[in-house]
């Protein structure tokens, strides 16, 4: 694998970690408001915005979290894909 498609993996995966900690986040009290959860709504809040504008909540319940995962990684296997097509992989 080349190291270009080894760092996408990567910044995916952490990316994908950043948003499961910030949704697991909102159920501490004030652990958004904390310093790290301040840098984590930085990192995150505007990819998630974007599912947010599309998916209303359900009954309290925000699925856009779950949406914006499954499309990160959907796009990381196209990618992936593209470069075994153009024969960098």
Known sequence: MTA???FLQNIVLIYSW????YILMS???G???SSFGQLLAG???PYLE???RIIPPLGGLDLSPIV???ALR????GLLQVFRMVGLL
């Open 4 to 6: 270009v498609a080894l």
């Open 18 to 21: 950043a948003l499961i900690i």
């Open 27 to 29: 159920w501490f009290p």
């Open 31 to 33: 652990a958004r408001e």
């Open 43 to 45: 990192i995150t809040e």
């Open 50 to 52: 974007i599912f947010r």
């Open 68 to 70: 914006a995962i499954f």
């Open 74 to 77: 959907l796009a990381l296997g």
